[in-house]
């Protein structure tokens, strides 16, 4: 049974009959934070319920409490509350137990009187809340400097500060059985197509479970496949970035106490995408975005290959290279291949407890440990320099990758094919690219392929593993409804007499 027997009931009762419904449901007196508060309006009684904490005692003192007790007339009605008492902009009324509890225990109050049916729900929220700060994962050089916050309203208002337009919708609903979480998906009207979101919605309604605790639960139960080691939703910290996906037709998913917004569907190529890539001349992007893709083939395939190469391939190598690391290993007493498996997971360690200690050390930590085993390994003779140069350089390569899932996946990815390098040489590693090859193209995200728009081929905007200029860039891509397919009709420099 997910619910109480009296949650499930209705506000349609007499007065005594709605106050011991309401104060069986909140737990009073049991409960020393869910307050009841008796007085009297228009000469009838009243009862309002709230929770210490998280409604603010002005506001239930000034909007609620005086304008009630100061109220004239006889015969109270729901009319005369909400047009002529209550001088609050938020005021509704629900005839459901559970209504009431979700808002309650949300920072609302809620208002029974005798003669009126149901309860009304006040917005007198006052719980503590982090403000608006600088994102702590996605900073940039160029663009704003604001990131989400825990309060999902506060971030809806963020967004709108940027797009102001009535076309963009930000629709309520809940996850959690028993104990549910506030979700707000958050499209441009028009823009978005409509069976993205009816998929949306039927997978948010198909959510069984006691309670969400965080976005990346809620990511983990709407993803298509579960099992699949890249991300499937792209999460983002800052609300420039996530205009920017609503801009290309893409869903925003909010949930209440996360400070981030994460987008679906998506493809593979927005993982790969820095937040300031856009707010950059395009020849600087294009430059940063092959940087990019230097260093996460790097911290990919150079271990990999290093240990294929003195394992089953020494003749691959030159032969000063070859002389070389065969007489520093004819010192080690460890293989190449354990070697190499056991760097990449010190370095892993390394910077996990760089992440995990107080961020005050953290940097500290990473920078000093890295040093002093380093140095210590390669006096010791356990491996090579040439290695620990391979590893530190990988290690910079996986550093490159703007979101922190993908980063996690990659770095999955170079242990497995370390391991098929020293079981198999070559062929080791290349049946394990063409098997993850094969994985990612069979991925979804809420059921567009993940490859796309390259394999299948969609329309696109140019603006994938390069980018060409902003007034080249006239699509939005195939996520987008097709009647908005088009940015701008004619040149989007107007003004350049040299046209595009």
């Known amino acids: 049974m997910p619910f109480p027997t009296e949650e499930n009931k209705a506000l349609t009762a007499g007065f005594e009959e709605k106050r011991r419904l309401i104060r069986a449901v909140m737990r009073i007196p049991l409960s020393e934070d869910a307050v009841e508060r008796r007085f009297t309006v228009m000469g009838a009684s009243a009862a309002l319920y709230y929770v210490d904490g998280l409604s603010s005692d002005a506001k239930l003192q000034e909007y609620l409490l005086i304008p009630c007790l100061r109220a004239a007339g006889e015969g109270p009605t729901l009319e005369r509350l909400m047009s002529g008492v209550l001088p609050l902009g938020s005021v509704s009324h629900t005839l459901h137990l559970r209504a009431l509890t979700e808002r309650v225990y949300g920072g609302d109050a809620a208002l029974i009187v005798d003669g009126v049916d149901g309860a009304l729900l006040t917005d007198v929220k006052g719980f503590a809340k982090r403000g608006v700060q600088q994102p702590a994962t996605e900073s940039v050089v160029m663009g704003p400097q604001e990131a989400f916050t825990e309060s999902l309203r506060d971030n809806i208002v963020l967004l709108r500060r940027i797009m102001r337009t009535p076309a963009l919708i930000s629709e309520a609903a809940s996850v959690g059985t028993r104990i549910p979480g506030r979700v707000c998906l958050v499209y441009l009207d028009g823009v978005a197509k409509e069976e993205n979101l009816k998929e949306l919605r039927r997978r948010l309604e198909g959510i069984n479970v006691d309670y969400v605790s965080s976005i990346g639960m809620l990511e983990q139960l709407l993803e298509d496949n579960p099992w699949s080691l890249v991300p499937q939703a792209v999460t983002t910290e800052r609300p420039d970035r996530a205009a920017s996906f609503l801009l290309s037709g893409q869903i925003l998913i909010g949930f209440e106490n996360a400070p981030q917004m994460m987008a679906m569907p998506m493809n593979l190529v927005q993982l790969f995408h820095a937040p300031d890539d856009s707010a950059l001349r395009f020849q600087y992007a294009v430059f940063l975005r092959l940087l990019r893709a230097a260093g996460i083939a790097v911290a990919l395939l150079v271990p990999a290959f290093f240990v294929a190469l003195t394992s089953y391939h020494p003749a691959g190598m030159p032969l000063p290279l070859l002389t070389s690391v065969q007489e520093a290993q004819s010192r080690m007493p460890i293989a190449v291949f354990p070697a190499t498996l056991s760097m990449l997971v010190v370095f892993s360690l390394i910077n996990e407890a760089s992440t995990r200690v107080p961020t005050v050390m953290g940097g500290s930590l990473g920078v000093v ?88 081929r969609r329309p696109r905007n140019p603006d994938q593993l390069l980018r060409f200029p902003v007034w080249r860039q006239r699509l939005r891509g195939y996520m987008a409804n097709p009647y908005s397919m088009l940015r701008a009709v004619g040149r989007m420099r107007g003004w350049d007499r040299r046209g595009e």
């Open 369 to 456: 440990s890295a040093l002093i085993l380093g140095q210590a390994v390669a006096e010791a003779d356990l491996v090579s320099p040439l290695l620990l140069v391979l590893v530190a350089l990988s290690g910079l390569g996986s550093f490159v990758m703007p979101d922190y899932a993908m980063s996690m996946a990659l770095r999955i990815a170079q242990l497995a094919l370390v391991v098929s390098a020293g079981l198999a040489g070559y062929f080791g590693i290349i049946l394990c690219l063409f098997v993850m090859i094969l994985r990612l193209a069979a991925q979804r995200s809420l059921l567009w392929p993940l490859t796309a728009p390259f394999a299948p």
